[in-house]
């Protein structure tokens, strides 16, 4: 996932090669990663060994098992419609109340110096538990099924969503808001205006982080107890020694972590692109 | 119609600007010069509302400033934190005009004073027939979208004011420092305001830009009259552009001496520049900015009769 062409390190502003360089550049990363593949393929094949599958082998499974279904579903199959989008329901809605919560409470924290007096303490305990060892509460407190997952998600994701923007918004530049004073912008103006914009790099970057994160609590929370999604699937991959749906569910997740980046990458593009433009100075 | 009285204001223990007492009128424009950490600034913000001062008081129009005053605008030396980068130049602009429009939606008379283009008022009009007859969700949605409109009609008209009436939909980091800076003075200029503050504003730009920008200044005042205080370290530009020079001292700031400059309108920066009334008016400012006492040669006031007379 860390080698993702639209988001690696490379093709940061600061680095970004020619417009020439770039398409060499990208030429080299698929190369790689078709050497790896193939490298894959033959080792596999060439050792025989039943636990580990050839890519290919697993590639054909995955899309036999979610994507082989009939137009009017958009190709996804019982199998998919019956785990892999209760699973994807559950990661983003959790995924999504977390960043609301997060950025509400962070922003408020953020400009509230007493708020944060009091909530601080409490916001740093709470991100230093381990996500996953608070799954056996929720399980607990709401038993087998969407609410308790859908909560480890939220508690999961939400701490660098608000760490992030209790950072971003209380270091919006000065500048920024004695201007919004200096012309006496409305408390609400000021918020939608200018807080959240000028904070709106660092919520991004906690967004991010949670999101791979939802991720991990997805499959986590389905571990711990769930009657489907692809966590369960694993589940019974597990317990019935299905050694080829083992591989098909952890390909779907790097693909699944892969895509839904991608998709970030191009939402903050778009919302930060005032953030990647030269300064020009003079 | 602005007095400040014995304004003092302190930074824990230390003094940044002390007892100073000043009066501006109408459509004057005053400029605060001073060597450089004299509270110059300080001073600013202070009349500004944005700063509480220590002792002493601001009075607006008979009103003692205790917060940002209604119709005041300020144009701050650094554009790059003062205009948002996330929003376009017009948007830019229309900013303040949130505030007043906001305040105003249940004062009719505010919003009509805050429009000068006819259309614009004609609009307005309009919008409050509306906002009178019906309080349905459609019409509370049409009057957004058609005060929105309004909004960016008076941004327009600023900007076109300032020269940059294509610059509309651009990007405030698409533009140079120079055009920058012009885009805040349209902001500035498109809440109408009564009383105008400048802090050092054309202080990061360019020599050649800053004498254009002197020059727009002179000539949006020379329009509108608007009372403006400018804050500068240039000794040039507050003879250049001011009716009056006020002189500070060094930390902590406090008025050393006030010149009038009776330079003809309209000014220019070479003909006026060439002046010997410009020359020595220049040379008396330098002096009292240094603190060094002026040679017995030079004529220690302003002789009233030099002062129509050509340079050769």
Same mark, same amino acid.
């Given at each position: ?19 020439? #360089? ?5 030429? $080299? ?16 094949? $060439? ?6 599958? %050839? ?20 190709? *996804? ?5 019956? @785990? /892999? ?16 919560? #997060?950025?509400? =409470? ?8 007493? =708020? ?12 230093? +538990? ?43 530049? $000065? ?15 000021? /918020? ?35 009657? @489907? ?5 694993? *589940? ?23 895509? /839904? @980046? ?21 | ?59 607006? @129009? ?20 003062? *205009? ?13 005009? =949130?505030?007043?429009?906001?305040? #105003? ?82 902001? $500035? ?41 400018? +804050? ?71 002789? %009233? ?6 340079? %050769?």
């Amino acid at each position: 996932m860390s080698a993702l062409p639209a988001t690696g390190p490379a093709t940061t502003a600061a680095a970004r090669p020619r417009a020439g #360089g770039r398409t060499y550049l990208l030429l $080299a990363r698929l190369l790689v990663l078709a050497a790896a593949i193939a490298g894959w393929q033959l080792g596999t094949t $060439a050792a025989g060994n039943p636990y580990f599958l %050839p890519p290919a082998q697993i590639a054909s499974g995955m899309y036999h098992r979610w994507f082989d279904g009939p137009a009017s579903h958009l190709w *996804l199959t019982a199998d998919a419609t019956a @785990n /892999l989008l209760p699973s994807l329901g559950r990661m983003l809605s959790g995924w999504a109340i977390a960043a609301v919560a #997060g950025v509400a =409470l962070g922003v408020a924290i953020g400009r509230l110096p007493l =708020l944060a007096d009091l909530a601080e303490s409490l916001v740093h305990f709470g991100r230093a +538990v381990p996500p996953p060892a608070l799954v056996p509460v929720f399980l607990f407190v709401f038993k087998i099924g969407t609410p308790m997952e859908v909560a480890a998600i939220i508690f999961g994701v939400i701490w660098p969503v608000l760490v992030n923007s209790i950072d971003g918004a209380r270091h919006v530049d $000065a500048g920024y808001t004695e201007t919004a004073r200096a012309f006496r912008l409305p408390p609400a103006q000021r /918020l939608t205006r200018v807080i959240l914009p000028g904070a709106a790099p660092k919520i991004c970057a906690g967004l991010r982080l949670s999101l791979a994160l939802a991720l991990v609590m997805m499959i986590i929370s389905e571990f711990a107890g769930s009657t @489907n999604g692809i966590g369960n699937e694993m *589940l019974t991959a597990q317990s019935t020694f299905d050694i080829s749906l083992m591989w098909q569910v952890i390909g779907l997740l790097g693909v699944l972590g892969i895509v /839904l @980046n991608a998709l970030f990458a191009v939402a903050e593009r778009r919302v930060l692109a005032w953030q990647r433009a030269p300064r020009a100075t003079s | 119609m602005l007095e400040v009285t014995s304004l003092t204001r302190a930074f824990g223990n230390h003094l940044a600007i002390a007892d100073i007492s000043m009066q501006v009128a109408e459509g004057e424009l005053v400029t605060i010069v001073g060597p450089s950490g004299c509270g110059k600034s300080t001073l600013l913000r202070c009349v500004a509302g944005l700063l509480p001062p220590t002792s002493g008081q601001v009075v607006l @129009n008979g009103v003692p400033v205790t917060r940002v005053p209604d119709r005041l605008a300020v144009v701050f030396q650094d554009y790059s934190r003062s *205009l948002y980068p996330w929003l376009s130049v017009a948007a830019n602009v229309a900013l303040p005009l =949130l505030a007043a429009t906001r305040r #105003g939606s249940d004062r009719g008379s505010r919003r009509g004073r805050a429009v000068r283009d006819p259309a614009v008022r004609d609009r307005a009009a309009s919008q409050r027939a509306v906002s009178q007859r019906a309080v349905s969700q459609r019409a509370v949605s049409q009057r957004a979208v058609s005060q929105r409109a309004a909004r960016r009609a008076v941004a327009l008209a600023a900007l076109e004011s300032v020269g940059l009436g294509g610059f509309a939909d651009r990007y405030p980091w698409q533009l140079s420092g120079g055009m920058q800076q012009r885009v805040a003075i349209a902001r $500035a200029l498109a809440c109408e305001p009564v009383l105008l503050l400048m802090d050092e504003p054309f202080g990061a730009v360019d020599a050649q830009t800053r004498e254009d920008l002197e020059d727009l200044l002179l000539r949006v005042q020379a329009e509108r009259h608007i009372t403006t205080l400018l +804050v500068t370290h240039d000794i040039d530009e507050s003879v250049y552009a001011g009716d009056r020079v006020i002189v500070l001292t060094r930390g902590p700031g406090r008025v050393r001496a006030e010149v009038a400059v009776d330079l003809p309108a309209p000014r220019d920066q070479i003909t006026t520049k060439e002046r010997r009334e410009f020359a020595r008016l220049r040379a008396e400012v330098s002096r009292l900015v240094r603190g060094t006492p002026a040679p017995a040669s030079a004529p220690p006031e302003i002789s %009233p009769p030099e002062i129509f007379q050509q340079a %050769p």
